[in-house]
Nanobody
Framework: DVQLVESGGGSVQAGGSLRLACKFA?????????MGWFRQTPGKGREGVAA???????RYADFVSGRFTISKDKDKNILYLHMNNLKVEDTSMYYC?????????????????WGQGTQVTVS
């Protein structure tokens, strides 16, 4: 079974930065999975933020507007999301997810494995 564990969330002022990390505890590696970051606020559906496939090709939601960067450390089996110039509207629970194959990288339904989330609060 694949276990994903997020870390790095916290509280930050608008304009600040955070780096989220997602560690693969067991199972597949960052090399063999397509990976993504998603977020969800209470009362709203889960939305895609960024994704990276096995070849390293990335995809971002329009609202990212160049502020976030998704990357993976293959040796350490860790997925990252570097977030700069954070806005109040970025406040949300952030989740990492993985799947062997996806066709629509920013669609939550494509992903099989999910972490428990890490809270990001921007004020």
């Amino acid at each position: 079974d694949v276990q994903l564990v997020e870390s790095g969330g916290g509280s930050v002022q608008a304009g600040g930065s955070l780096r989220l990390a997602c560690k693969f505890a067991t199972g597949y590696s960052a090399v063999t999975l397509c990976m993504g970051w998603f977020r969800q606020t209470p009362g709203k559906g889960r939305e895609g933020v960024a994704a990276i496939n096995r070849r390293g090709t990335t995809r971002y939601a329009d609202f990212v507007s160049g502020r976030f960067t998704i990357s993976k450390d293959k040796d350490k089996n860790i997925l990252y999301l570097h977030m700069n110039n954070l806005k109040v509207e970025d406040t949300s629970m952030y989740y990492c997810a993985g799947a062997p194959l996806v066709h629509s990288p920013l669609e939550p339904y494509e992903y099989n494995y999910w972490g428990q989330g890490t809270q990001v609060t921007v004020s």
